[in-house]
């Protein structure tokens, strides 16, 4: 068994018994890590590296995305969605024009959003688990902060 193996068994382990805010606490772990990895690569001018690191970091996003529930997170859902896209949208541009600063950006974006996510679920932790039948009980994360002030948009 290699590191890569162990490191899936480890973590596959890890996710059985996590809460749904400690998956998404590790999703944001993969993504901070990603973006460090392409920050060292632009500083050793490692291109190969630079685009391995900013597409696991594209991975974690759609993992991200794809568990948003629109329908039940309403706002919260969209107003993450959106900085989803707008994240993804602006390292795409960061790679093609290797701007370390956007890297920067969304590291500092991406930290403030796992330590979010890291109180909520110290907030939920040991809280009983919803029968099937039961309503799912809405956990709120505080809502992602604006990529830049004054609401700025991306779209393609």
């Known amino acids: 068994m290699n590191n890569k193996d162990i490191a899936s068994t480890y973590n596959e382990f890890a996710v059985r018994g996590a809460s749904p805010a400690a998956i998404i606490g590790m999703i944001y772990e993969v993504a901070i890590k990603e973006l460090n990895r392409a920050i060292r690569a632009i500083d050793e001018k490692k291109i190969d590296d630079r685009v391995k690191a900013t597409n696991q970091f594209f991975r974690a996003i759609t993992e991200l995305r794809t568990g948003l529930d629109y329908e039940r997170g309403g706002d919260v859902a ?5 900085f989803y896209q707008i994240a993804r949208g602006e390292i795409l541009d960061a790679s093609i024009r290797v701007d370390r600063s956007l890297y920067e950006k969304h590291l500092r974006l991406f930290s403030e959003m796992r330590e979010a996510w890291r109180t909520v679920e110290k907030e939920t932790a040991g809280a009983p688990a919803a029968p ?3 309503p799912v ?3 709120t994360a505080p809502p992602p902060p604006d990529p830049e002030p004054g609401g700025f948009s991306w779209s393609a």
């Not at 969209?78 to 959106?82: M, P």
């Open 137 to 139: 009980r809405k956990v």
């Open 132 to 134: 099937e039948s039961a």
């Open 78 to 82: 969209r107003r993450l969605g959106r």
